[in-house]
Protein backbone atom coordinates (compact mmCIF):
# COMPACT_ATOMS: atom_id res chain seq x y z
CA UNK A 1 0.00 0.00 0.00
CA UNK A 2 2.33 3.06 -1.00
CA UNK A 3 0.72 6.01 0.44
CA UNK A 4 2.93 8.76 -1.55
CA UNK A 5 3.53 7.93 -5.12
CA UNK A 6 5.52 9.21 -7.91
CA UNK A 7 3.87 8.04 -10.89
CA UNK A 8 6.37 9.16 -13.53
CA UNK A 9 9.82 7.01 -13.00
CA UNK A 10 11.55 9.72 -15.45
CA UNK A 11 11.69 13.13 -16.95
CA UNK A 12 13.59 14.86 -19.91
CA UNK A 13 14.11 18.58 -19.80
CA UNK A 14 15.81 20.68 -22.05
CA UNK A 15 18.14 23.27 -20.39
CA UNK A 16 16.39 26.30 -19.48
CA UNK A 17 13.12 24.65 -19.49
CA UNK A 18 10.50 24.20 -16.47
CA UNK A 19 10.58 20.85 -14.70
CA UNK A 20 7.80 19.97 -13.07
CA UNK A 21 7.58 17.00 -11.00
CA UNK A 22 4.50 15.31 -9.40
CA UNK A 23 3.44 13.23 -6.40
CA UNK A 24 0.39 12.14 -5.21
CA UNK A 25 -0.67 10.94 -1.55
CA UNK A 26 -3.22 9.14 -0.46
CA UNK A 27 -2.87 9.53 3.52
CA UNK A 28 -5.08 12.46 4.73
CA UNK A 29 -3.22 12.64 7.99
CA UNK A 30 0.01 13.53 5.90
CA UNK A 31 0.68 17.62 7.10
CA UNK A 32 4.10 18.08 5.78
CA UNK A 33 5.86 17.23 2.67
CA UNK A 34 9.60 17.34 1.25
CA UNK A 35 11.11 16.82 -1.51
CA UNK A 36 14.78 15.64 -1.80
CA UNK A 37 17.39 15.34 -3.96
CA UNK A 38 19.48 11.90 -4.87
CA UNK A 39 22.99 12.11 -6.93
CA UNK A 40 24.19 8.49 -7.27
CA UNK A 41 26.29 7.41 -4.71
CA UNK A 42 25.39 9.62 -2.49
CA UNK A 43 22.75 9.94 0.34
CA UNK A 44 19.33 12.36 -0.37
CA UNK A 45 19.55 16.19 0.20
CA UNK A 46 17.14 17.74 1.44
CA UNK A 47 15.51 20.28 -1.09
CA UNK A 48 12.57 22.16 0.24
CA UNK A 49 9.48 21.49 2.32
CA UNK A 50 5.78 22.50 2.51
CA UNK A 51 3.85 22.62 5.19
CA UNK A 52 -0.25 21.80 4.99
CA UNK A 53 -1.53 25.04 6.25
CA UNK A 54 0.16 26.45 2.83
CA UNK A 55 -0.17 26.24 -0.85
CA UNK A 56 3.15 26.99 -2.25
CA UNK A 57 6.15 27.51 -1.03
CA UNK A 58 9.00 29.45 -3.08
CA UNK A 59 13.13 28.93 -3.19
CA UNK A 60 15.46 30.27 -5.44
CA UNK A 61 14.37 28.52 -8.49
CA UNK A 62 12.60 25.80 -6.38
CA UNK A 63 8.78 25.97 -5.99
CA UNK A 64 6.49 23.64 -4.42
CA UNK A 65 2.96 23.55 -4.61
CA UNK A 66 0.43 21.50 -2.55
CA UNK A 67 -3.38 20.81 -3.48
CA UNK A 68 -4.67 19.34 -0.10
CA UNK A 69 -8.19 18.55 -1.73
CA UNK A 70 -6.71 17.05 -4.83
CA UNK A 71 -3.76 15.22 -2.78
CA UNK A 72 -1.15 16.30 -4.91
CA UNK A 73 2.22 18.38 -4.74
CA UNK A 74 4.69 19.28 -7.27
CA UNK A 75 8.07 20.55 -7.56
CA UNK A 76 8.99 22.76 -10.21
CA UNK A 77 12.62 24.01 -11.23
CA UNK A 78 13.01 26.77 -13.17
CA UNK A 79 15.02 27.10 -15.21
CA UNK A 80 16.18 23.95 -15.03
CA UNK A 81 19.95 23.25 -15.55
CA UNK A 82 22.60 20.41 -16.34
CA UNK A 83 23.38 20.12 -12.54
CA UNK A 84 19.43 19.62 -11.62
CA UNK A 85 20.19 16.34 -13.13
CA UNK A 86 19.51 13.65 -10.01
CA UNK A 87 16.45 11.64 -8.17
CA UNK A 88 14.05 13.25 -6.90
CA UNK A 89 12.12 11.74 -4.10
CA UNK A 90 8.59 13.53 -2.33
CA UNK A 91 8.28 12.15 1.08
CA UNK A 92 5.54 12.91 3.86
CA UNK A 93 4.83 12.98 7.39
CA UNK A 94 2.27 13.00 9.89
CA UNK A 95 2.60 13.46 13.94
CA UNK A 96 2.27 9.64 15.09
CA UNK A 97 2.95 9.41 18.80
CA UNK A 98 5.13 12.59 18.97
CA UNK A 99 7.07 11.36 16.14
CA UNK A 100 7.20 12.55 12.35
CA UNK A 101 8.10 9.86 10.29
CA UNK A 102 8.61 10.28 6.57
CA UNK A 103 7.35 8.39 3.96
CA UNK A 104 9.06 8.30 0.38
CA UNK A 105 7.71 7.61 -3.25
CA UNK A 106 9.58 5.93 -5.14
CA UNK A 107 11.40 8.81 -7.00
CA UNK A 108 11.57 10.52 -10.32
CA UNK A 109 14.95 10.49 -12.26
CA UNK A 110 15.10 13.88 -13.58
CA UNK A 111 17.72 14.54 -16.88
CA UNK A 112 18.19 18.20 -17.70
CA UNK A 113 19.48 18.24 -21.67
CA UNK A 114 22.21 21.04 -22.06
CA UNK B 1 30.20 21.28 10.03
CA UNK B 2 30.88 17.21 9.15
CA UNK B 3 27.97 15.75 7.88
CA UNK B 4 26.79 12.08 8.82
CA UNK B 5 29.46 9.68 8.48
CA UNK B 6 28.85 5.59 7.56
CA UNK B 7 30.86 2.36 7.07
CA UNK B 8 31.76 0.86 5.10
CA UNK B 9 30.06 1.76 1.85
CA UNK B 10 29.91 -1.50 0.55
CA UNK B 11 29.39 -4.83 1.38
CA UNK B 12 28.97 -8.46 -0.09
CA UNK B 13 28.31 -11.54 1.56
CA UNK B 14 26.62 -14.99 1.53
CA UNK B 15 23.12 -15.69 2.65
CA UNK B 16 22.70 -16.63 6.29
CA UNK B 17 25.68 -14.55 7.11
CA UNK B 18 25.86 -11.78 9.46
CA UNK B 19 26.42 -8.04 8.90
CA UNK B 20 27.15 -4.60 10.75
CA UNK B 21 26.89 -0.88 10.03
CA UNK B 22 27.93 2.20 11.44
CA UNK B 23 26.36 5.49 11.55
CA UNK B 24 28.20 8.30 13.40
CA UNK B 25 25.29 11.54 12.81
CA UNK B 26 25.78 14.78 12.98
CA UNK B 27 27.07 16.02 16.53
CA UNK B 28 24.29 17.50 18.10
CA UNK B 29 21.81 15.93 16.89
CA UNK B 30 19.09 13.77 19.15
CA UNK B 31 17.69 12.05 16.68
CA UNK B 32 18.76 9.28 14.57
CA UNK B 33 17.18 7.03 11.69
CA UNK B 34 17.82 4.00 9.79
CA UNK B 35 16.67 3.33 6.71
CA UNK B 36 16.37 0.62 3.87
CA UNK B 37 16.52 1.83 0.02
CA UNK B 38 15.91 -1.51 -2.08
CA UNK B 39 16.83 -0.39 -5.96
CA UNK B 40 14.16 1.09 -7.59
CA UNK B 41 11.69 2.11 -4.30
CA UNK B 42 12.43 5.13 -2.12
CA UNK B 43 13.86 4.94 1.41
CA UNK B 44 11.81 3.18 4.02
CA UNK B 45 12.21 4.24 7.59
CA UNK B 46 13.52 1.04 9.87
CA UNK B 47 13.84 2.42 12.95
CA UNK B 48 14.47 5.87 14.90
CA UNK B 49 16.22 6.75 17.78
CA UNK B 50 15.69 9.60 20.30
CA UNK B 51 18.71 10.31 22.36
CA UNK B 52 19.57 6.09 23.17
CA UNK B 53 16.28 5.35 23.28
CA UNK B 54 14.08 3.72 20.21
CA UNK B 55 10.69 5.62 19.79
CA UNK B 56 9.53 4.14 16.24
CA UNK B 57 10.95 0.48 15.09
CA UNK B 58 7.34 -0.51 13.81
CA UNK B 59 8.84 -1.36 10.29
CA UNK B 60 12.26 -3.57 11.39
CA UNK B 61 12.15 -6.87 10.96
CA UNK B 62 13.28 -7.83 14.53
CA UNK B 63 13.75 -11.41 13.69
CA UNK B 64 16.82 -10.91 12.17
CA UNK B 65 17.15 -7.06 12.50
CA UNK B 66 18.64 -4.99 15.54
CA UNK B 67 19.82 -1.91 16.28
CA UNK B 68 21.44 0.25 19.21
CA UNK B 69 22.44 3.53 19.85
CA UNK B 70 23.97 2.86 23.57
CA UNK B 71 25.55 6.16 24.26
CA UNK B 72 22.74 8.17 22.27
CA UNK B 73 25.63 9.25 19.81
CA UNK B 74 26.88 6.91 17.24
CA UNK B 75 24.49 3.78 16.41
CA UNK B 76 24.77 0.10 14.74
CA UNK B 77 22.61 -1.72 12.49
CA UNK B 78 23.10 -5.14 12.30
CA UNK B 79 21.41 -8.35 10.02
CA UNK B 80 21.96 -12.00 11.18
CA UNK B 81 21.23 -14.25 9.40
CA UNK B 82 21.49 -12.44 5.86
CA UNK B 83 18.91 -13.28 3.02
CA UNK B 84 18.70 -12.26 -0.16
CA UNK B 85 15.85 -9.69 -0.20
CA UNK B 86 18.40 -7.92 2.42
CA UNK B 87 20.34 -6.35 -0.66
CA UNK B 88 20.06 -2.64 -0.51
CA UNK B 89 21.34 0.66 0.60
CA UNK B 90 21.13 1.17 4.10
CA UNK B 91 21.17 5.27 4.94
CA UNK B 92 21.13 6.62 8.11
CA UNK B 93 19.80 9.96 8.70
CA UNK B 94 20.03 12.52 11.51
CA UNK B 95 18.30 15.79 12.81
CA UNK B 96 18.01 17.80 15.70
CA UNK B 97 15.03 16.94 17.04
CA UNK B 98 12.11 15.00 15.72
CA UNK B 99 9.61 17.89 14.57
CA UNK B 100 8.50 18.18 11.24
CA UNK B 101 10.78 21.30 10.83
CA UNK B 102 13.60 19.61 11.69
CA UNK B 103 15.60 18.53 8.06
CA UNK B 104 16.89 14.77 8.12
CA UNK B 105 20.13 14.58 6.90
CA UNK B 106 21.68 11.80 5.07
CA UNK B 107 24.68 10.07 5.29
CA UNK B 108 26.18 8.58 1.54
CA UNK B 109 25.32 5.18 2.58
CA UNK B 110 26.21 1.23 3.00
CA UNK B 111 25.34 -0.79 -0.29
CA UNK B 112 24.72 -4.26 0.83
CA UNK B 113 24.76 -7.45 -1.16
CA UNK B 114 23.51 -10.59 -0.40
CA UNK B 115 25.00 -13.53 -2.88
Known amino acids: DQQVKQNSPSLSVQEGRISILNCDYTNSMFDYFLWYKKYPAEGPTFLISISSIKDKNEDGRFTVFLNKSAKHLSLHIVPSQPGDSAVYFC?????????????FGKGTRLSVIA | EAGVAQSPRYKIIEKRQSVAFWCNPI?????LYWYQQILGQGPKLLIQ????????DSQLPKDRFSAERLKGVDSTLKIQPAKLEDSAVYLCASSLRRAHGDTQYFGPGTRLTVL
Open chain 2, 27 to 31: SGHAT
Open chain 1, 91 to 103: AASAVKEGNTPLV
Open chain 2, 49 to 56: FQNNGVVD
